[in-house]
């Protein structure tokens, strides 16, 4: 192991207590994908100690879940061994699935079932006793917030509550050591904030161990302990404290009044001593490669009030340095990493944003299901250029807005204009103005890159040069030539959202609508993808996201929050922030404003 990544490693370890609830040495597991063999883990080591939540923390691919399933025994290593509970996972396979809470990515809830007949359902299968029962469920649905669903179909449950459920049919028969599969993927701040209230009530009160896999780096800091994985290999282990002292010294708070946030990003972004450059409220937030001191006057000499402050070092940023140095590494010491350097521009020929016109117009949309309205009474625009965020607790209403706005749902009521022309009965010549990337991927798995390209450059109504001419396009700004002839489907999942992108955006569109873009990939993937955004929007195209990375909120020009098919509040990042902002909190962050909002809203509604 190179140096730099054994000090990582070893940098800000704790002694280590006696007794370790999951110790893994040198295991490595790989698994053939046709004629490709896929290497998940790499000679992994690691300790999890009893009484703590440890956090295995990496993105999509990283090995988080091979891991999970070695230490739930529903896999065997191809070499090395890992001890859970004093049991040897290969010996004692059946103990240690018997012994152990294991909670997949995708628990396997019964759906027309309710609450109370999924919890009854895993009793029997765990083994629990008629007499334990009742005690235990009202236990666990208290804890969840369950209790008034209990006669509830799964299925009718919002994907906060589903996770919530899946939580307590692991729980029925009460484990000395819980394993957690990513549990708040995919769902809102609200419920992700519940989920960990209950995981740190589980480990004060109960004295259960947890192991916690995670893509969401800001909840590497409610760890006690880290292990950081990437490709395969563990990258850094430790308090989370000590990853941030790493970088001590090495973060700030650029701001500059009067300039556009996405163009000081790029000045910042394009200099040799910043590392990381990044959108954050009304400033960009900047880690150096090196501590230094920022002066305005080498930063950008050429803009006028520059304000530079020191920001405490986040998870993140330690993240984002430890792959960057590694990287560095394996390019044998270059200057700057290139998957580090900011994407080139993308040539989509579309008019300069100047006028800004409105391009999407919404008026009192509704949409009904029967007697349930999904959507009610909507209204907002979006102009030329801009980055718009939707953002919403699960079951808010913002997919089925998307889709209304995509031409795939029709509306119940309202009015509903995007690129000039009314969905009601031009839905599908607007669907060729715009482009739109699924939060899963939906292109076709089974094809070559260049035969996805080759299909939807075609659909699109390409031919001849202008087709040849689109899809070199696509090879050439999103690197994808190096796996032109792989198979789609088997891609890591960066190359598969750089696929996705380059297939909505094929046809030129004036309006792109991305439904959770980023889920699942790494810091740096999201930081390719959010500059590639932000050079769409400068070319003038209109662009709407949906998003559960509140971060990434900052990044839009303005934000629609809605909740249970309304909208609560729209504006700037910083004007929705300032809802929230308070004696007790003065600097909110967007989730605070985020739950904050939900907060009042449900004040409004209990309020006689």
């Given at each position: 192991m190179p140096a730099t990544e054994q000090e990582t490693v070893s940098s800000g370890s704790l002694a280590e207590p006696e007794e370790a609830v999951l110790e893994v040495r040198n295991a490595v597991k790989s698994f053939q994908l046709g004629e490709r063999r896929i290497e998940a883990l790499c000679e992994v080591s690691l300790r999890a100690h009893a009484g703590r939540i440890t956090g295995l923390i990496g993105p999509d691919a990283a090995g988080k879940t091979t891991l999970m399933r070695l230490a739930a025994g529903l896999l065997l290593p191809d070499a090395g061994s890992i001890t859970v509970l004093g049991l040897d996972t290969v010996r004692h396979a059946t103990r240690v699935q018997s012994t152990v809470g294991y909670m997949p990515q995708h628990f396997g809830l019964y759906e027309d079932l309710s609450v109370r007949e999924n919890l009854d359902l895993y009793a029997d299968l765990q083994g629990v006793p008629h007499e334990e029962r009742s005690d235990r469920y009202a236990e666990l649905t208290?804890?969840?917030?369950?209790?008034?669903?209990?006669?509830?179909?799964?299925?009718?449950?919002?994907?906060?509550?589903?996770?919530?459920?899946?939580?307590?049919?692991?729980?029925?028969?009460?484990?000395?050591?819980?394993?957690?599969?990513?549990?708040?993927?995919?769902?809102?701040?609200?419920?992700?904030?519940?989920?960990?209230?209950?995981?740190?009530?589980?480990?004060?009160?109960e004295g259960v161990?947890?192991?916690?896999?995670?893509?969401?780096?800001?909840?590497?800091?409610?760890?006690?302990?880290?292990?950081?994985?990437?490709?395969?290999?563990?990258?850094?282990?430790?308090?989370?404290?000590?990853?941030?002292?790493?970088?001590?010294?090495?973060?700030?708070?650029?701001?500059?009044?009067?300039?556009?946030?996405?163009?000081?990003?790029?000045?910042?972004?394009?200099?040799?001593?910043?590392?990381?450059?990044?959108?954050?409220?009304?400033h960009v937030r900047v880690v150096t490669r090196e501590p230094k001191e920022l002066r305005a006057e080498d930063l950008a000499p050429d803009l006028r009030d520059v304000?530079?402050?020191?920001?405490?070092?986040?998870?993140?940023?330690?993240?984002?340095?430890?792959?960057?140095?590694?990287?560095?590494?394996?390019?044998?010491?270059?200057?700057?990493?290139?998957?580090?350097?900011?994407?080139?521009?993308?040539?989509?020929?579309?008019?300069?944003?100047?006028?800004?016109?409105?391009?999407?117009?919404?008026?009192?949309?509704?949409?009904?299901?029967?007697?349930?309205?999904?959507?009610?009474?909507?209204t907002f625009d979006v102009r030329r250029g801009e980055v718009f965020g939707l953002l919403g607790a699960n079951g808010a209403g913002k997919s089925t807005?998307?889709?209304?706005?995509?031409?795939?749902?029709?509306?119940?009521?309202?009015?509903?204009?995007?690129?000039?022309?009314?969905?009601?009965?031009?839905?599908?010549?607007?669907?060729?103005?715009?482009?739109?990337?699924?939060?899963?991927?939906?292109?076709?798995?089974?094809?070559?890159?260049?035969?996805?390209?080759?299909?939807?450059?075609?659909?699109?109504?390409?031919?001849?040069?202008?087709?040849?001419?689109?899809?070199?396009?696509?090879?050439?700004?999103?690197?994808?030539?190096?796996?032109?002839?792989?198979?789609?489907?088997?891609?890591?999942?960066?190359?598969?959202?750089?696929l996705a992108m380059a297939c909505a955006l094929m046809h030129e569109p004036e309006i792109l609508f991305l439904d959770e873009p980023t889920s699942g990939v790494d810091p740096v993937a999201r930081r390719e993808f959010w500059h590639?955004?932000?050079?769409?929007?400068?070319?003038?195209?209109?662009?709407?996201?949906?998003?559960?990375?509140?971060?990434?909120?900052?990044?839009?020009?303005?934000?629609?929050?809605?909740?249970?098919?309304?909208?609560?509040?729209?504006?700037?990042?910083?004007?929705?922030?300032?809802?929230?902002r308070n004696a007790a909190h003065p600097e909110p962050t967007m989730e605070d404003a985020f739950i904050r909002l939900l907060e009042i809203n449900g004040q409004e509604k209990t309020t006689p």
């Open positions: 208290r804890m969840t917030g369950l209790g008034p669903f209990t006669r509830r179909l799964a299925r009718r449950l919002s994907g906060g509550m589903k996770q919530k459920l899946g939580l307590a049919c692991t729980l029925v028969h009460p484990p000395r050591l819980l394993l957690l599969d990513e549990p708040t993927v995919g769902v809102d701040p609200v419920s992700r904030r519940e989920l960990w209230t209950i995981v740190l009530r589980l480990v004060r009160d161990s947890v192991v916690l896999s995670t893509a969401y780096l800001d909840e590497a800091e409610r760890c006690d302990e880290v292990v950081l994985l990437h490709e395969g290999r563990v990258l850094g282990e430790g308090p989370p404290q000590a990853f941030t002292r790493r970088i001590a010294g090495r973060t700030f708070a650029v701001g500059a009044p009067g300039r556009g946030r996405r163009d000081v990003q790029r000045r910042l972004s394009d200099r040799a001593d910043v590392l990381d450059a990044v959108i954050q409220g009304d304000s530079i402050h020191p920001v405490e070092p986040r998870f993140e940023d330690s993240f984002i340095d430890i792959l960057s140095r590694r990287k560095e590494i394996q390019d044998d010491g270059a200057a700057r990493p290139s998957h580090m350097k900011r994407p080139a521009p993308l040539g989509v020929q579309t008019d300069a944003a100047v006028s800004r016109p409105t391009v999407i117009a919404v008026e009192n949309l509704q949409r009904r299901f029967g007697d349930f309205y999904a959507v009610r009474d909507v807005t998307f889709r209304m706005l995509c031409g795939l749902l029709p509306a119940s009521g309202g009015s509903l204009r995007v690129a000039g022309l009314d969905l009601r009965h031009a839905a599908a010549s607007a669907r060729q103005r715009i482009g739109y990337m699924s939060q899963k991927f939906s292109l076709y798995g089974n094809l070559t890159v260049l035969q996805n390209l080759e299909f939807f450059s075609g659909a699109y109504g390409l031919r001849g040069g202008q087709r040849t001419e689109r899809i070199r396009w696509a090879q050439d700004r999103f690197e994808l030539d190096s796996v032109a002839s792989a198979t789609s489907g088997n891609l890591p999942l960066g190359f598969k959202q750089r590639r955004i932000g050079a769409l929007a400068d070319r003038g195209v209109t662009v709407m996201v949906t998003t559960h990375f509140m971060e990434e909120a900052e990044y839009c020009d303005r934000l629609a929050v809605m909740a249970e098919g309304r909208l609560l509040a729209i504006g700037t990042p910083s004007e929705i922030k300032d809802l929230a």
